[in-house]
């Protein structure tokens, strides 16, 4: 793994949420709501211990997998070769625990918290990022990430082109969803 620093403190801000849990954990019911419907109606629960810690804990443990797995498959890229797709990768999973974990701790708080409009911005903003850094990898870094691969870099520029517009539109998709949501 060569970037050590990146796993450790992308883990450490998948646990932070935890201060907030051990701090707001009196204010909590015993069974907190986890999932909702897309009425913003609480459909799932789980016991507030596994909820304020275990979720954070789980996120932490997949980045760590995440992290290492990538690393592995693009240990022969140097660090500026890497895609920014990849880098901005790194943080999805840190940046998404956050969001969430405060979106379920503000629910049994009883504040306003539109679920489902989050979710949706939060995910439009992500496939559209990721949208527009897909077109600009290079046909060599794409050999060593994909496999399998197409077999001439014209064939992949086509299909990261056509996978950038697919990710924005879904993307613009997400964001109009919010009006109606």
């Known amino acids: 793994m060569k970037n050590k620093k990146t796993l450790i403190f992308s883990v450490i801000v998948c ?4 201060i907030l849990g051990v701090v707001l954990y009196d204010k909590m019911p015993e069974q907190m709501p986890i999932h909702f419907t ?3 109606v609480p459909d799932n629960y789980a016991h507030k211990n596994f909820a304020l810690f275990g ?4 996120m932490a443990i997949v980045q760590a997998i995440c992290l290492v797995a990538v690393s592995l ?16 990768m790194e943080w999805f999973i840190p940046v998404i ?13 009883g504040s306003t918290v539109y679920v489902g ?10 496939f559209m990022i990721i949208g527009n850094y897909i077109p600009k990898m290079s046909y060599e870094v794409g050999k060593t ?5 197409p077999k001439t870099e014209q064939s992949f520029r086509k299909m990261n082109r056509i996978m950038g517009y697919s990710f924005i539109t879904v993307g613009i998709v997400f964001l109009i969803m919010i009006i109606w949501i």
């Open 15 to 18: 646990l932070l949420p935890i």
């Open 117 to 126: 409009k989050s979710i949706c911005l939060i995910l439009g903003i992500v």
């Open 38 to 40: 897309i009425n913003d």
């Open 73 to 88: 498959k693009t240990n022969k890229l140097e660090n500026d070769e890497k895609p920014k797709i990849l880098k901005i």
């Open 145 to 149: 990430v994909f496999h399998p691969m």
């Open 97 to 109: 625990t956050v969001l969430i974990y405060v979106i379920m701790i503000e629910v049994p708080l």
């Open 55 to 58: 979720i954070p804990l789980i």
